[in-house]
């Protein structure tokens, strides 16, 4: 369902369907993601706008601590 907030953005909130937010968060002006895949690769799948990352010290699991992740997060993010 679509709700209208005090700021006068449009927010659609999407319910019990992963795929659907999913999709939802590919079509986005901008992305901020969190340090967990769902988040990330709707971002690296978009095209433009301005992409936020955060600087995690673990992306992943103990079991795949040993990963090189430098090129997890492209270049041109923004990483706070």
């Known amino acids: 369902f679509g709700l209208k907030n005090p700021s006068g953005y449009n927010i659609e ?3 019990d369907c992963d795929i ?3 999709s ?3 079509q ?3 992305s901020i993601v969190g340090n967990s895949s769902f988040s990330l690769f709707p ?3 978009k095209d433009g706008g301005i992409k936020v990352a955060p600087k995690a010290g673990r992306w992943f699991g103990q079991s795949l601590s040993h990963h090189n992740l ?3 997060v492209p270049d041109d993010w923004i990483r706070i």
């Open 28 to 30: 986005t002006k901008h």
């Open 24 to 26: 939802g968060l590919t």
């Open 43 to 45: 971002a690296l799948l």
């Open 13 to 15: 909130v999407v319910e």
């Open 70 to 72: 430098k090129d997890l």
């Open 20 to 22: 659907m937010a999913y």
